[in-house]
């Protein structure tokens, strides 16, 4: 069964700092792989979807990129600003039927 | 606008007492599902429907029920609440059960039982 990682657990950085926040998986037969936001007491905002068969998504000051072969994913923030500050979620889809497997996320804070 | 919308938001109730959380989706999307998302466990898929009359049991299906009757609605169903089904509750859909769509989730229920 697909586990989903997020290192780290937290982070907190200075505006204006790029930054990357790491997702792994355990099986490589993923289908593609979604970047969320959740702000507190929030829903789940789709930041990005990268297929299996792409390398990386962008945009706007967001890059994620795909790595099938060994298992991870990464999300770069450039120039973070206060409003980043939230938590982000990977979640990886199988085949068929499967639902999204996510990580348990990284809460993001920027500060000011 | 394209959305998944939950009713309602914010719902305490007593144990046993039934409850129905609605969801529904203006995107003519095909596959929806059911998450709770709990501290330390993240968000775990409760069940899911790949099209109208389908539906299956996800990875925490136990003390739930759900409906798929028409397209847009996927009602999720606590028929006797526990505490333990205490949880933020996503709905989200996606435009068919093939792997290369991407989710839109709804805004979230946030459920008490006590």
């Known amino acids: 069964k697909q586990e989903v990682t997020q290192i780290p657990a937290a982070l907190s950085v200075p505006e204006g700092e790029n930054l990357v926040l790491n997702c792994s998986f355990t099986d490589s037969a993923i289908y593609n792989l979604q970047w969320f936001r959740q702000d507190p007491g929030k829903g789940l905002t789709s930041l990005l979807l990268?297929?299996?068969?792409?390398r990386e998504q962008t945009s706007g000051r967001l890059n994620a990129s795909l790595d099938k072969s060994s298992g991870r994913s990464t999300l770069y923030i450039a120039a973070s600003q206060p409003g980043d500050s939230a938590t982000y979620l990977c979640a990886g889809r199988g085949g068929g039927a499967d639902g999204l497997t996510f990580g348990k996320g990284t809460h993001l804070i920027i500060q000011p | 606008e394209a959305q998944v919308t939950q009713n309602p938001r914010y719902l305490i109730t007593v144990t046993g007492k039934k409850l129905t959380v609605t969801c529904s989706q203006n995107m003519n999307h095909e596959y929806m599902s059911w998450y709770r998302q709990d501290p330390g466990l993240g968000l775990r898929q409760i069940y899911y429907s790949m099209n109208v009359e389908v539906t299956d049991k996800g990875d925490v299906p136990e003390g739930y029920k759900v409906s798929r009757k028409e397209k847009r609605n996927f009602p999720l169903i606590l028929e006797s609440p526990s505490p333990n089904q205490t949880s933020l509750y996503f709905c989200?859909?996606?435009?068919?059960?093939?792997?290369?769509?991407?989710?839109?989730f709804g805004s979230g229920t946030r459920l008490t039982v006590v």
């Open positions: 989200a859909s996606s435009l068919s059960g093939g792997a290369y769509y991407g989710y839109t």
């Open positions: 990268i297929q299996s068969s792409q």
